[in-house]
């Protein structure tokens, strides 16, 4: 195992230094060969499989030849999907898988081939006809190796090496409340590209003005004088620019009777970009997102951020959500709830989900695994982090939607982590100014001294929006009747409460005052006692219950009650809605009134 992971960590650092040059931004509006399906696999539990060069995949000819693998006849696999939920043995398998499949090329030398993963957990190495071509590290952001001049005509042999193993200088690290899922989880594709093709663009609302555009536009070569044109039929918008000797090339421009995009009219627009040789074309929203003061202002005016959290997992199947069907599964039942915003947690959800929540309206709150004790000390785990980052954002920076981006969850103010965070930030915000760099802290206390809730963290200064996940009635008991209960924390920045809940059993009645009866109505008190603390919070921008779904976690050990489910959801595993639900309705329509959204 050790010899894997340093081959991944030498060549993580080659894959980065790539990055820059091959980058493909909108994948679903390129050219591609779907490369999901059945493939096949061998589980590996002892990492014995480089020995045996898995990854060449040969086959006995000669009379003494033998080789004690084949993927032929064996394990399959669906790719996009985790191993857990696809066999009995897989469910609480942490290690290493091989996956085998074939795929036809016809290649030629007037284009660029990449292979493209939206998603592999944790950390994989991939194989192109028995060469190692590249590694990657972490199981929720897209990564893309370039195979020009390395497929074959006809059949080539794609392996990849998956390792789900927890490790503490990983990202999240040895313990986590969700299920550690592990295999392909995402689309992988082939894809086709001009020899200079148009890598990546941001094109965006400046972020205070209403009506001028900035596009940023680059070429993946170097290719200086290339002109770019850039159009918004809708808007009758047809601009040109040149690149520089960076191959880049970027414009600012007024546009009238543009219509915002906003929860309640979710306006995408279709965008051309066009370059000598290459043509992207994509659907763009635009708005304005602000911190002022301590409220939060969308196009300008004030909003109520009504939000819910959810796993990208699908309860019933016990497994990653990983298609469109799924996407509109999550959200639909967000969506009745009232909602105009999800913080996805705890990690970079698939494009499905985040395209989808953007034509539905829905604003997102999206953050990387830096949940709670990550190894704050350790220099590969910031780069990683780092990396993390960049890719989520570069993913998702054209979706209007995506306002808030999340760096951290429930970490404790310390020299190391305030060095960590700050390098991470600053990393964030050399990629996007434009959005509100949040973070989600669980160091808030009610303080006997000034019988408030006080919150002593200086990291915070730096962020946007601060958000609390706080669980009174639940993680803490009430120091004082929720009524009573005044907050001062950040005071003079907006407050987003981004996780508040208890668990409950879906079905299960009992006393709504103790807690171990795991029953709706103690959960649905405890919504109702916090909806009135909350009155008592005078910096307050929105709420994020924690969670819209029950979720699958090893850490919830009751054997009654939980069975490796953490039971907070307002839905249960089977879809059914919980008392707390109603609850929650409630507040949000009377929210969405009250700012007439
Ligand atoms: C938290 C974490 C979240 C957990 C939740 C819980 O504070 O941020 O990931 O699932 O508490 O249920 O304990």
């Not at 959810?310 to 039942?333: K, N, V, W, Y």
């Not at 700050?422 to 996007?432: A, M, V, W, Y």
Request: proline share 3%.
């Amino acid at each position: 195992m050790k010899k894997n992971i340093c081959i991944i960590l030498i060549s993580l650092s080659v894959a980065s230094a790539m990055a820059a040059e091959t980058y493909i931004s909108n994948i679903y509006g390129r050219s591609y060969q779907i490369l999901n399906g059945k493939w096949d696999a061998i589980v590996d539990l002892y990492d014995a499989g480089h020995q045996a060069k898995i990854y060449l995949n040969k086959k006995a000819i000669g009379e003494t030849d033998f080789y004690e693998y084949s993927f032929e006849n064996g394990l399959r696999l669906n790719v996009p999907g985790d191993w857990n939920s696809q066999s009995p043995e897989l469910k609480y398998y942490e290690g290493t898988v091989w996956y085998s499949r074939h795929f036809n090329a016809v290649s030629n030398d007037k284009h660029r081939y990449f292979l493209y993963f939206c998603g592999v957990s944790y950390r994989c190495n991939i194989y192109l006809n028995g060469e190692l071509i590249g590694s990657h590290e972490g199981s929720f952001t897209p990564f893309q190796i370039e195979v020009t001049g390395k497929l074959k005509q006809g059949d080539n042999n794609l392996i990849v090496e998956v390792n789900n193993h927890r490790q503490q200088d990983a990202i999240p690290a040895l313990s986590f409340d969700w299920w550690n899922y592990g295999g392909i989880t995402r689309d992988v594709m082939l894809v086709t590209l001009p020899q200079t093709y148009i890598s990546d663009y941001f094109i965006q609302l400046d972020k205070h003005q209403a009506n001028i555009i900035h596009a940023e536009i680059s070429l993946s070569n170097e290719k200086a004088g290339e002109t770019i044109t850039l159009r918004i039929p809708d808007l009758a918008i047809s601009v040109k620019m040149k690149t520089n000797n960076l191959g880049k090339a970027s414009k600012s421009f007024k546009v009238s009777k543009l219509q915002r995009w906003s929860p309640a009219s979710p306006r995408l627009y279709d965008i051309e970009i066009e370059s000598n040789t290459d043509k992207v074309c994509e659907r763009i929203g635009f708005r304005n997102i602000e911190s002022e003061g301590n409220k939060i202002l969308l196009n300008g005016k004030e909003i109520f951020l009504r939000s819910i959290s959810f796993h990208e997992e699908i309860p019933q199947r016990m497994g990653r959500a990983c298609t469109p069907s799924d996407a509109e599964f999550l959200l639909s039942e967000a969506k009745v709830l009232g909602v105009n915003m999800v913080r996805l947690a705890h990690y970079q959800q698939n494009e499905y989900i985040v395209r989808r929540a953007e034509e539905m309206g829905i604003i997102l709150w999206q953050e990387i695994p830096v949940w709670q004790t990550i190894d704050f000390s350790n220099q590969e785990t910031l780069v990683k982090a780092q990396n993390m980052l960049r890719e989520t954002i570069k993913r998702d920076r054209n979706r209007c939607a995506d306002c808030f981006w999340g760096i951290a969850n429930e970490t404790r103010p310390s020299k190391t982590r305030n060095h960590f965070l700050d390098e991470l930030l600053q990393t964030g915000k050399s990629i996007d100014t434009t959005r509100l760099f949040v973070g989600a802290f669980d160091n808030v206390y009610f303080q006997q001294s000034s019988q408030c809730f006080e919150m002593h963290d200086e990291f915070i200064d730096k962020l946007d929006m601060i958000g609390v996940n706080k669980y009174m009635g639940w993680y803490a008991a009430w120091p004082l009747s929720p009524e009573k209960c005044i907050w001062k924390v950040a005071e003079k920045k907006p407050l987003f409460i981004s996780e508040f809940g208890g668990e409950a059993l879906y079905g299960q009645a009992g006393d709504e005052t103790i807690a171990s009866s795991w029953s709706e109505d103690y959960q649905a008190k405890l919504y109702r006692d916090n909806l009135t603390m909350f009155k008592g919070i005078p910096n307050l921008v929105g709420i994020s219950p924690w969670v819209l779904f029950d979720f699958r976690s090893p850490t919830r050990f009751h054997p009654q009650n939980q069975e490796g489910w953490n039971r907070k959801g307002l839905v249960s595993d089977q879809g059914q809605r919980k008392k707390a639900w109603y609850i929650i309705h409630n507040f949000y329509q009377q929210m969405k009134q009250k700012y007439q959204e």
